[in-house]
């Protein structure tokens, strides 16, 4: 073998390398961002819970019922029901959650009984 064949070994050899490392490394990147999101995901999850008791809440905690999806709950006041969103930071309400707002502000809001006998 000339010296030219074994240096373009050794070169492809290293290049393999540095592939295979690259994509451990871009794999684990991905792990670790899905991870983090999932994570995010969970804490705003179990922080929505809590929020009603926090001393800026401007309602009585009592009151508050858990809904959870697609809007965080339901504050039922004397004069009047809210639908309340908790959000954090700056995320944004998602397509379904603008559209409860948008039926609560055009007022397409309904009572039903439902009778089971």
């Known amino acids: 073998m000339s010296a030219s064949t074994i240096i373009i070994l050794i070169l492809l050899g290293l290049v393999l390398i540095l592939f295979s490392l690259w994509r451990r490394a871009t794999s684990r990147h991905a792990d670790v961002a899905f991870a983090k999101a999932s994570q995010s995901s969970k804490y705003g999850k179990m922080t929505e819970q809590f929020m009603p008791f926090l001393k800026d809440y401007p309602y009585d905690p009592?009151?508050?019922?858990?809904?959870?999806?697609?809007?965080?709950?339901?504050?039922?006041?004397?004069?009047?029901?809210?639908?309340?969103?908790?959000?954090?930071?700056?995320?944004?309400?998602?397509?379904?959650?603008?559209?409860?707002?948008?039926?609560?502000?055009?007022?397409?809001?309904?009572?039903?009984?439902?009778?089971?006998?």
């Not at 954090?88 to 089971?116: C, D, G, M, Y």
């Open 62 to 117: 009592q009151n508050f019922r858990f809904l959870g999806t697609p809007i965080d709950g339901i504050q039922f006041e004397e004069d009047k029901i809210i639908f309340i969103e908790f959000k954090t930071n700056s995320s944004q309400l998602s397509p379904r959650q603008k559209q409860v707002a948008q039926n609560v502000w055009q007022k397409r809001v309904e009572f039903e009984e439902h009778r089971i006998e």
